[in-house]
């Protein structure tokens, strides 16, 4: 199993380039079930996720063909045919978002099986909301076995579905399904999510007609057919956000490009309040902070365009060096907070109450072992540690791998002194 150690102290100069978002790629792979024509994803991250999911589509009949294009990475997806609609419990269980194979599958060849995708470290996660959505576009929905068995023999309807609460990946698979529902569909209390728009600027590409995607009030006009098309995934906005907070944690001047400053609005203006210098421009935002203590500030996460809770333990991290105490509230997930142990294992003072932790900024933070628990969290022990005295050693680092690209290379490029530690042979446990 590799690590990354962090050597501390050096400050951050240079550019970063912002990959594409891996939790809209996911999404857009997903949507090439939908028609028998290539789809052709470009601005691709290289992720274990993306590869992970491409392996599953290859099962359910697409050919999935990577290359380097011209604009960076691409991938071109083509499903001339369904030959499989059954997703195993080994792949949803490795990687939740293969769930959404579900909606596209029912859509296209009327059934599918799919597994039940189960809880996670950050939180019980459950899917009935995809469920109670496909349930009400007509689909009958039975649970065997820890699987959902899906049909629409004679097709999905268009529906009035509202969501009790915000969910982005209700909302996507939604979107997945109705797109070739007969009628239309409308989503009220919809996420806003910039990848919801980005994939529903991708299926209008393909043929589908869907407005108000990123409103909290989607409408979807079925159509019969959808085809291939070519599509830019947008930015990934978590990417953006954890080097703005490694710069700032660092110290030095750091300049995102290939990004949105938008998308990390709430963000930015946390750190503005911190303290930080944030410079927005045309292709990203410039990141500079210039020795003298951050403020501590108080965050919740929110759905967008609220704080990310996808960014909440890269925060906690900034926070372990703040002057002051700071309140951080997550409300997304019930347990999102497994990287603060880890943290305190590097000098921070934190206490976790229920959904809330108080940080109390210490001096200095001490390199040490430390584990990574989630994908989001194992990236806020790499922040911490470039700010630690001396070494920090992040453990289980396929977290990581999941959904930064190149991270070691691309902190390095800055002056940052990270390198990864080739496995062990020790056995994984998840
Ligand atoms: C997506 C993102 C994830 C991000 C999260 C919130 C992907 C692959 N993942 O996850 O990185 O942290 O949005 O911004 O895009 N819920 C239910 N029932 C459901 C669905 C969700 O109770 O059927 C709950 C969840 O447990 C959670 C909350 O709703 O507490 C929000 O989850 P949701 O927005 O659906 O997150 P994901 O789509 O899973």
Not at 77 to 93: C, K, M, N, Q
Not at 169 to 174: D, I, P, Q, S
Not at 293 to 314: C, I, K, S
Request: hydrophobic share 40%.
């Amino acid at each position: 199993m590799d690590r990354i150690a962090i050597t501390g102290g050096a400050r951050l100069e240079g550019e970063i380039p912002i990959s594409g978002a891996k939790n809209s790629a996911i999404k857009l792979m997903a949507a090439s079930l939908l028609t028998d024509e290539p789809l052709r994803l470009t601005n691709m991250p290289r992720l274990a996720d993306t590869r992970f999911l491409g392996k599953l589509l290859q099962r359910l009949g697409a050919e999935v063909i990577e290359a380097d294009g011209a604009d960076g990475p691409e991938t071109v997806l083509t499903t001339r045919e369904i030959v499989s609609g059954f997703a195993p419990y080994d792949l949803v269980r490795q990687m939740r978002a293969s769930f959404n194979v579900l909606g596209p599958l029912l859509a296209r060849s009327g059934q599918a099986k799919v597994s039940l995708p189960g809880g996670c470290t950050i939180g019980a996660r459950p899917v009935d909301l995809h469920l109670q959505a496909l349930e009400a576009l007509g689909a009958r929905i039975d649970l065997h076995e820890g699987y959902v068995y899906a049909q629409a023999p004679r097709g999905l309807k268009g529906a009035e579905i509202e969501f009790p609460f915000v969910s982005v990946g209700a909302t996507e698979h939604t979107l997945l399904a109705a797109v070739l529902a007969d009628g239309e569909t409308v989503v009220r209390n919809a996420a806003c999510e910039p990848e919801i728009d980005d994939l529903a600027d991708c299926l209008n590409k393909m043929g589908a007609r869907v407005t108000g995607a990123g409103t909290s009030e989607i409408r979807i006009q079925g159509v019969s057919r959808l085809s291939g098309a070519t599509h830019a995934v947008l930015p990934d906005r978590i990417e953006t956000g954890t080097y703005a907070l490694a710069a700032a944690m660092a110290g030095g001047e750091v300049r995102l490009t290939r990004t949105r400053s938008d998308f990390i609005q709430a963000l930015l203006d946390k750190m503005v309040e911190a303290g930080v210098d944030i410079t927005p421009h045309n292709d990203g935002v410039t990141i500079k902070r210039n020795g003298a203590r951050l403020n501590a500030v108080e965050v919740e996460t929110d759905p967008y365009p609220g704080f990310a809770t996808d960014l909440q333990a890269q925060f906690m991290a900034l926070m372990t060096l703040a002057d002051g105490e700071s309140v951080i509230r997550e409300t997304i997930f019930e347990n999102r907070f497994m990287h603060a142990p880890e943290l305190r294992r590097l000098g921070a003072d934190i206490t976790v109450q229920g959904g809330e932790a108080r940080v109390r900024g210490v001096d200095a933070l001490e390199g040490a072992q430390v584990m990574a628990t989630d994908l989001r969290a194992s990236v806020s022990l790499v922040i911490a540690g470039l700010a630690a005295r001396g070494e920090t050693v992040v453990n289980r680092v396929y977290h990581l791998d999941r959904g930064f690209e190149r991270l070691e290379e691309k902190l390095g490029a800055c002056g940052a002194q990270v390198r990864r530690l080739k496995g062990d042979g020790e056995a994984e446990e998840d």
